[in-house]
């Protein structure tokens, strides 16, 4: 490896390290404006999001770039793939984050159906894969990544109670359908989260194995 090659992975590393850092914390605001109904805070998250895009933008050219002038081979070829994946799958979060920040302007002073239970919960769990996504992307560590991914189950089970439980409750409340509507959509969206922190994970299985493992395929890469 050029040390100009090396110094470019570098920089593109610490760049998607820091992007995943502001994921995550949007995500933490998001959840914090809905349960608080601040919308304040709301509105800050919703801001960030340009942020974000203008990081993903600035990532892919410095990945597109290193392609083009670099031509990588192997290992660095699998990492730059795998991070302009990764690229991509964080800038959905942010937007997932503005989602159910737009949602708690919405709803902002209005009581909810019943207290926030499980999509706070949904969130830590949603919150604790991302956070480790990004550990096992910096420290190649495919067995952290191997355990996020199994996390997903608890996400999925308790997007299918929300839904369920929120159905329920409309039944006596038909005045409240739009925040049912909406409150099905957090879920929603925190199950997206928790998908794509599985995708991360699964980028990093393909950086440091060279294995692909999703939609269950778990074979060497030729």
Same mark, same amino acid.
């Given at each position: 490896?050029?040390?100009?090659?090396?110094?470019?992975?570098?920089?593109?590393?610490?760049?998607?390290?820091?992007?995943?850092?502001?994921?995550?914390?949007?995500?933490?605001?998001?959840?914090?404006?809905?349960?608080?109904?601040?919308?304040?805070?709301?509105?800050?998250?919703?801001?960030?999001?340009?942020?974000?895009?203008?990081?993903?933008?600035?990532?892919?050219?410095?990945?597109?770039?290193?392609?083009?002038?670099?031509?990588?081979?192997?290992?660095?070829?699998?990492?730059? !793939?795998?991070?302009?994946?990764?690229?991509? *799958? +964080? %800038? $959905?979060?942010? #937007?997932? /984050? @503005? =989602?159910?920040? &737009?949602?708690?302007?919405?709803?902002?002073?209005?009581?909810?159906?019943?207290?926030?239970?499980?999509?706070?919960?949904?969130?830590?769990?949603?919150?604790?894969?991302?956070?480790?996504?990004?550990?096992?992307?910096?420290?190649?560590?495919?067995?952290?990544?191997?355990?996020?991914?199994?996390?997903?189950?608890?996400?999925?089970?308790?997007?299918?109670?929300?839904?369920?439980?929120?159905?329920?409750?409309?039944?006596?409340?038909?005045?409240?359908?739009?925040?049912? !509507?909406?409150?099905?959509?957090?879920?929603? *969206? +925190? %199950? $997206?989260?928790? #998908?794509? /922190? @599985? =995708?991360?994970? &699964?980028?990093?299985?393909?950086?440091?194995?060279?294995?692909?493992?999703?939609?269950?395929?778990?074979?060497?890469?030729?």
């Amino acid at each position: 490896m050029t040390e100009k090659m090396n110094q470019l992975l570098e920089t593109i590393k610490k760049d998607i390290i820091f992007m995943a850092n502001e994921v995550e914390d949007a995500i933490y605001k998001s959840l914090k404006a809905l349960k608080k109904q601040d919308k304040k805070i709301a509105q800050d998250v919703i801001k960030g999001d340009k942020k974000i895009d203008k990081q993903e933008v600035d990532i892919e050219n410095q990945i597109l770039a290193l392609l083009a002038l670099q031509q990588p081979v192997a290992v660095d070829l699998r990492f730059i !793939v795998g991070a302009l994946k990764m690229n991509n *799958d +964080l %800038e $959905r979060i942010g #937007d997932h /984050a @503005t =989602n159910i920040a &737009e949602i708690a302007i919405e709803l902002s002073g209005e009581p909810y159906l019943k207290a926030l239970e499980d999509i706070p919960k949904m969130g830590k769990i949603s919150r604790g894969m991302l956070h480790d996504a990004v550990l096992s992307f910096i420290n190649g560590d495919s067995d952290l990544a191997s355990d996020v991914i199994a996390r997903d189950n608890e996400v999925d089970n308790l997007y299918y109670t929300v839904r369920d439980e929120v159905v329920a409750l409309l039944r006596d409340h038909k005045d409240k359908i739009k925040q049912g !509507v909406f409150l099905i959509s957090v879920a929603r *969206d +925190l %199950e $997206r989260v928790a #998908d794509l /922190a @599985t =995708n991360l994970c &699964e980028d990093v299985v393909f950086m440091k194995e060279a294995r692909i493992i999703r939609h269950g395929f778990d074979k060497e890469s030729k």
